[in-house]
């Protein structure tokens, strides 16, 4: 049987009355922004939408109702399944991994790269990691737009050398909206795996080396493994962010690239807009986010017991 765990003396009850009320201010902020709009954004998705805008106070499920399913113009025909909605959500989740899987692939690399570098270089190299997040996300994503557009220096470039007789219709496809995405939010990746590669114990490869291992089973068997933790914070820190991004598929994007963060905000402009189904489709991308984190944690604490 496992003895009476250590007793806790005078010092640290007193260290612990102390650091309560310093948590106080923190948990006010939590509430306040976190807590409390997640709280009226679920009540909102149980009201009736008002005619000429708004919301009535009357509760009802027909905002989660009008997501999943049709029952025509009229609403008197038998359900059917509303495919619209569950499509952008494909879309949008498709977009978000394929973002995440670019990211990994050309993170990874570069994190490496910089966390081999000597330590007074490796400021540097995190300097010009982070330098594009000095400037605000909507000037950085029409940037973006005007470099790729079909008068925009990129086709320029490319006419002037002979590799295209005409413009490549880039603005307004599937690949602006990957290319918005992945520019995004590449730093999300880099740096928590730069964090983990930067822990890393090198003599494990130089072990594995003297064991003639391949450079590949090395990086598979041990390098890998070891980075794990980091793999994984930057392939959240990427896909949650992209899974409900409005910016790239609205200035890049066009009615076929239509997202999830697109669909909630259309929904709240405008005196038309339709709040309690804005609200329902934000409660249902949270709820399938939450679903995700919630067995990815389960999944490491079984595997740290």
């Given at each position: 049987m496992?003895?009476?765990?250590?007793?806790?003396?005078?010092?640290?009850?007193?260290?612990?009355?102390?650091?309560?009320?310093?948590?106080?201010?923190?948990w006010?902020?939590?509430?306040?922004?976190?807590?409390?709009?997640?709280?009226?954004?679920?009540?909102?998705?149980?009201?009736?939408?008002?005619?000429?805008?708004?919301?009535?106070?009357?509760?009802?499920?027909?905002?989660?109702?009008?997501?999943?399913?049709?029952?025509?113009?009229?609403?008197?025909?038998?359900?059917?399944?509303?495919?619209?909605?569950?499509?952008?959500?494909?879309r949008?989740?498709?977009?978000?991994?394929?973002?995440?899987?670019?990211?990994?692939?050309?993170?990874?690399?570069?994190?490496?790269?910089?966390?081999?570098?000597?330590?007074?270089?490796r400021?540097?190299?995190?300097f010009?990691?982070?330098?594009?997040?000095?400037?605000?996300?909507?000037?950085?994503?029409?940037?973006?737009?005007?470099?790729?557009?079909?008068?925009?220096?990129?086709?320029?470039?490319?006419?002037?050398?002979?590799?295209?007789?005409?413009?490549?219709?880039?603005?307004?496809?599937?690949?602006?909206?990957?290319?918005?995405?992945?520019?995004s939010?590449?730093?999300?990746?880099?740096?928590?795996?730069?964090?983990a590669?930067?822990?890393?114990?090198?003599?494990?490869?130089?072990?594995?080396?003297?064991?003639?291992?391949?450079?590949?089973?090395?990086?598979?068997?041990?390098?890998?493994?070891?980075?794990?933790?980091?793999?994984?914070?930057?392939?959240i820190?990427?896909f949650?962010?992209?899974?409900g991004?409005?910016?790239?598929?609205?200035?890049?994007?066009?009615?076929?690239t239509?997202?999830?963060?697109?669909?909630?905000?259309?929904?709240?402009?405008?005196?038309?807009?339709?709040?309690?189904?804005?609200?329902?489709?934000?409660?249902i991308?949270m709820?399938?986010?939450?679903?995700v984190?919630?067995?990815?944690?389960?999944?490491?604490?079984?595997?740290?017991?």
């Amino acid at each position: 049987m496992a003895g009476p765990g250590p007793s806790r003396g005078p010092a640290d009850a007193a260290y612990a009355g102390l650091v309560r009320p310093l948590l106080l201010p923190t948990w006010v902020v939590i509430g306040i922004l976190m807590v409390v709009p997640v709280a009226l954004m679920a009540v909102y998705s149980f009201l009736t939408k008002e005619f000429r805008g708004g919301v009535e106070w009357d509760f009802t499920l027909a905002a989660y109702d009008q997501f999943f399913v049709t029952r025509g113009l009229f609403g008197d025909e038998p359900a059917q399944i509303e495919w619209t909605y569950i499509t952008i959500f494909a879309r949008s989740i498709w977009q978000a991994a394929l973002a995440t899987g670019l990211c990994l692939l050309i993170g990874f690399p570069t994190a490496w790269f910089i966390a081999t570098r000597p330590a007074r270089t490796r400021g540097v190299w995190l300097f010009l990691i982070t330098i594009p997040y000095w400037v605000n996300l909507l000037i950085r994503t029409v940037s973006l737009k005007f470099l790729i557009r079909e008068t925009g220096p990129l086709n320029e470039s490319l006419m002037a050398i002979g590799l295209i007789d005409s413009p490549l219709p880039l603005v307004n496809t599937n690949l602006a909206v990957q290319l918005g995405l992945f520019y995004s939010y590449l730093p999300f990746m880099v740096l928590p795996i730069y964090a983990a590669v930067e822990r890393y114990n090198f003599a494990l490869s130089e072990a594995a080396a003297d064991l003639y291992a391949s450079r590949w089973a090395t990086l598979r068997e041990i390098v890998l493994p070891v980075v794990r933790p980091g793999i994984v914070a930057g392939m959240i820190l990427v896909f949650v962010p992209s899974l409900g991004a409005f910016l790239a598929p609205d200035l890049l994007g066009g009615a076929k690239t239509f997202m999830i963060g697109s669909l909630i905000d259309e929904q709240f402009k405008g005196s038309q807009g339709n709040w309690p189904f804005g609200a329902a489709v934000s409660m249902i991308l949270m709820s399938m986010v939450m679903v995700v984190l919630l067995a990815y944690a389960r999944a490491q604490g079984r595997a740290g017991r």
